[in-house]
């Protein structure tokens, strides 16, 4: 049995960066379309306050609800990032199993 | 009187020990490796999804949207606060309910924190819904406020139930 960390750290260092870059590309299509939802409220918010169609405690409302809405997305942002890290470790260990059990020719692990 | 001096290592043996310190750093570390691959194991880094939790932020997001949409068509005392108070605690009480099923699960902070600006926001709501004070009961949400409230719980409610959903795994 014989194999060296490069031979094993190559195709986990691919499996990684592949399954991040694959997951950057989800979170962005989220985070995108998200960000410029939550630009036009706040226009809208400040529309309404500038026409008076909302009183001072409505407007704090509206503008509290936004700043909860706007955490709750990043807090999805932050979610997805956790979950492409966890996926990324995760095909690093299989890359590393598949190859072990290649340079020894049969399922060792 | 000389003290007398170890003989210097020769620097070949040096770097020889050295070198066979990594060596064996690595090899310890593949070893772990190998271990954690062979038991199968997978990292976990955030809670597994939960289709109770999914359907139930899918069920209230409609309902806030319903009330919401109640509000904007309705007319004179339908849409006043002093009707429609009993949806507040009512609300609050459904996401209080999905917020300790998500507490209940590990590595779920980021989920347990969006339930918990839900109810932040429900507060808020009520707090425009109601009327001054002494006429708290015949507060209304301005209707052109309304398409601006509901847009900001629907888009709450789907990053709560986007992250839900990617879980899945």
Known sequence: MSFTVAEILKPMMAAAKASLAQDWGKAEDYAKPEMKRLAESLAAIAKLVATKKVNQRQAKALLRIHGNTTQSVLLTIDGLGVIAVEDAINAALGAARDTVNTAVGFKLV | ?169
């Not at chain 2, 001096?5 to 090899?27: C, D, E, I, M, S």
């Not at chain 2, 939790?53 to 849409?79: C, H, P, W, Y």
């Not at chain 2, 009480?93 to 590990?106: D, F, I, K, N, S």
């Open chain 2, 1 to 169: 009187m000389t003290i007398p001096t170890l003989p210097a290592r020769r620097p070949a043996l040096r770097a020889a020990t050295r070198t066979g310190a990594h060596r064996h750093l690595l090899a310890l570390a593949l070893v772990a490796l190998a271990v954690l691959a062979a038991g199968g194991c997978t990292v976990r880094l955030i809670s597994d999804y939960d289709e109770t939790i999914d359907r139930s932020a899918s069920e209230l997001q409609k309902e806030m949207d319903a009330f919401l949409t109640d509000m904007e068509n309705g007319q004179d005392e339908s849409v006043m606060y002093g009707v429609n108070r009993g949806f507040y605690p009512y609300y609050a009480t459904e996401v209080r309910a999905v917020l300790v099923r998500a507490q209940a699960h590990p590595k779920n902070e980021q989920s347990v924190a969006q339930y918990e600006l839900m109810l932040d926001s429900l507060k808020e709501l009520e707090e425009a819904h109601r009327g001054d004070e002494g006429l708290e009961d015949e507060g209304t949400l301005p209707v052109e406020a309304i398409p601006v409230f509901r847009d900001l719980f629907n888009q709450a409610w789907g990053a709560i139930i986007h992250l839900e959903v990617a879980k899945k795994r």
